[in-house]
């Protein structure tokens, strides 16, 4: 398909805010993201950033220039002790505030094999750190690689329930849904969980919003689901 059709004419004549915004959201596709990570299709994204009208178009052109250039400093980061944490962290904040892009970039993270190799190739230290770095805030002190990588990984993990817990919640499975509470009231005694929790829950994901604080069920647990 790509040899059939010049994408080059079809994004120069077919770049209103609404492609862009979906473009938006499959760039958090690593494979998409590397695509479009092209001197084409960023000169056409840079034309309509610096636009004289600021208006959405633009902005939304902003925010796919940076999530592709974000894409890149976070690939070399799972494997460059060197790389610039803070800036590779900027995706997981970025991504967290729509729930399309929060879906496609956790899919891609479990999924991707370039990028599963590159979390699991990380060795998990003998003696783990006292909690994750807090990489998304105003502070910006030193991060190490085996940090960055631990955050990651933590993140990816409580992702991975939450959006679980979104699944069992929505059809609704009771059975489900009260397993799945249980193991984020148990991470809430757990030092670190609150470095992590804060950029998926506050972030303006709406289904997620409401698990803050995880509060008991107004049903009590089921007397045969295990402890």
Known sequence: MQQKVDLEQVFETNMDDSTLL???DAS???????????????SILSSIETAPAADRRTKTARRLIARLQQWQVFEDA?????????????????????????GIWLECMITHPDLLTK????PVLPIAHPHP??????DLSAVSHDEF???????????????????SDSLPNV???ERTLGVLRLWQGVDGYREVRPIILHAG???LTGLADCKPSHASPSDDLPP
């Open 22 to 24: 979906r473009l938006l």
């Open 205 to 207: 994901v709406p289904f």
């Open 175 to 177: 059975r489900c849904r």
């Open 149 to 167: 990588v631990g955050f990651v990984r933590a993140y990816i993990g409580v992702a991975s329930v939450l959006a679980v817990y979104a699944w």
């Open 119 to 122: 979390v699991a190739e990380n």
């Open 28 to 42: 958090t596709n690593a494979c998409i993201a590397r695509h479009l990570s092209v001197p084409w299709f960023l």
């Open 133 to 138: 770095p807090v990489l998304l805030g105003s």
């Open 78 to 102: 799972l494997s460059n002790t060197q790389a610039d944490f803070h800036v590779a962290a900027g995706l997981m904040k970025d991504i967290s505030t729509s729930e399309q892009s929060f």
